[in-house]
Antibody, heavy 119, light 107 residues
Framework: EVQLVESGGGLVQPGRSLRLSCTAS????????MNWVRQVPGKGLEWLGF??????????DYAASVKGRFTISRDDSNSIAYLQMNSLKDEDTAVYYC??????????WGQGTLVTVSS | DIQMTQSPSSLSASVGDTVTITCRAS??????LNWYQHKPGKAPKLLIS???SLQSGVPSRFSGTGSGTDFTLTISSLQPEDFATYYC?????????FGGGTRVEIK
């Protein structure tokens, strides 16, 4: 079964950092781009960024809203994608989801992990 | 960057109704447009890719049309499990922007 499980969420103070993990199973992780999106309470889905597979160069792209603060990386040997979040703000409070794939579709998503930024 | 605009932002409908949601891109995205269903606390679910291709296992009451800048998701004969929020997303070049979402509520 194809599965994505996010972890690493929790309560963090403003200005601190947090790293989320997305552990994949049931497919050849290295073949796929991996996305991160979030949903702020009461708002819609917001795409944060993705990292290409090594076959497509392995580079990452980001939404303007998080570029420079968030970094996406991947560990193909352990089938894990990461979202490193620095200088966290109250408005980063959200459920964070990872998703598999890029062009033409992101077809599998995890159930999300909650990040609460509060003092 | 290309902006994605969905309408309406919410609608009320009854079981058995036909519902239409539109998504407009600020520039042509050919057919690189996907539709998702999202329920609270659940993973987003891909319904339709490349504007009109129904994903395996998705009921045939869901359909998508469009190309260029204008796209439509239609749900025929709405079922109780279809009450959710629906999003379009452009899928070719980053940023892979979502539309603002359409919440489908029970009338």
């Amino acid at each position: 079964e194809v599965q994505l499980v996010e972890s690493g969420g929790g309560l963090v103070q403003p200005g601190r950092s947090l790293r989320l993990s997305c552990t994949a199973s049931g497919f050849t992780f290295s073949d796929y781009a991996m996305n991160w999106v979030r949903q702020v309470p009461g708002k819609g889905l917001e795409w944060l960024g993705f990292i290409r597979s090594k076959n497509y160069g392995g580079a990452a792209d980001y939404a303007a809203s998080v570029k420079g603060r968030f970094t996406i990386s991947r560990d193909d040997s352990n089938s894990i994608a990461y979202l490193q979040m620095n200088s966290l703000k109250d408005e980063d409070t959200a459920v964070y989801y990872c998703g598999r794939g890029w062009r033409p579709r992101s077809d599998v998503w995890g159930q999300g992990t909650l990040v609460t930024v509060s003092s | 960057d290309i902006q994605m605009t969905q309408s309406p932002s919410s609608l009320s409908a009854s079981v058995g109704d036909t519902v239409t949601i539109t998504c407009r891109a600020s520039q042509s995205i050919t057919t690189y447009l996907n539709w998702y269903q999202h329920k609270p606390g659940k993973a987003p679910k891909l319904l339709i890719s490349v504007a009109s291709s129904l994903q395996s296992g998705v009921p045939s009451r869901f359909s998508g049309t469009g190309s260029g800048t204008d796209f439509t998701l239609t749900i025929s004969s709405l079922q109780p499990e279809d009450f959710a929020t629906y999003y379009c997303q452009k899928s070719y070049s980053p940023p892979l922007t979502f539309g603002g979402g359409t919440r489908v509520e029970i009338k």
